[in-house]
């Protein structure tokens, strides 16, 4: 008897540890968070500029990530710049938002609300993007910030941030083709800078994925 007692605390024990992940995730702001550090490291202040939360809250939810082994932090100067602790969360971030998506109907919902938004706004597969992309016949747009596109980026992308995507546009001849991405599925700033570029009269796509989802899809 004193082996299967044993043998059951251990495995409290265990459960106990695995929960942490799961509590430490019990947070929308949390998961937002998240969501922006596997687009690359960011400090408190970006965070916080990002999300509209202000510096102390930030802080309290890393602090919580943090201690979860989720997040990680180094020192620049007088920053303190936070990244996912291992390529092995943001693969584990990319498995939640898709049983999410599969298990929550009220995500794909969310997501057909925000499509009807912008009547009119063309998707291109992945599959058709690789085929133009290697006929080259279109260009790709990553219009993350620059450190993000730094810290990884569709192969064959060039890096346009939005606020420097007008001037860009300014350059080109308006025969080329365009497909852009942001920070995946529900980023908004993909489909209203596609609207934008064919108000400007090119012919522009929306690329579904973000960074992560290419990689992982």
């Not at 180094?74 to 938002?97: H, Q």
């Amino acid at each position: 008897m004193n082996h299967f007692r044993s043998e059951s605390t251990i495995k409290e024990r265990l459960y106990q540890q695995y929960s942490r992940i799961g509590k430490s995730l019990s947070s929308d702001k949390r998961l937002e968070i998240m969501d922006l550090l596997s687009n690359g490291p960011k400090t408190v202040e970006n965070l916080a500029q990002q999300t509209g939360m202000s510096l102390a809250n930030v802080s309290q939810h890393l602090k919580i990530l943090l201690d979860s082994r989720l997040v990680k932090c180094k020192k620049a100067g007088t920053y303190s710049i936070y990244s996912v602790a291992d390529p092995v969360v943001t693969e584990f971030l990319f498995v939640l938002w898709k049983l999410c998506e599969n298990r929550l109907s009220d995500i794909p919902r969310i997501k057909e609300e925000l499509l009807h938004q912008y009547e009119g706004i063309r998707t291109i597969s992945k599959k058709e993007l690789l085929e133009r992309m290697a006929e080259n016949t279109i260009m790709v747009l990553d219009l993350r910030p620059e450190d993000e596109y730094e810290a990884g980026h569709i192969v064959g992308a060039i890096s346009i941030p939005l606020d420097e995507l007008d001037g860009y546009l300014e350059t080109l001849p308006r025969h080329i083709e365009l497909a852009a991405y942001c920070r995946g599925p529900y980023c908004e700033n993909t489909t209203e800078a596609v609207e934008h570029m064919q108000k400007k009269g090119f012919t522009a796509y929306r690329i579904d994925e973000g960074v992560q989802e290419w990689n992982f899809a």
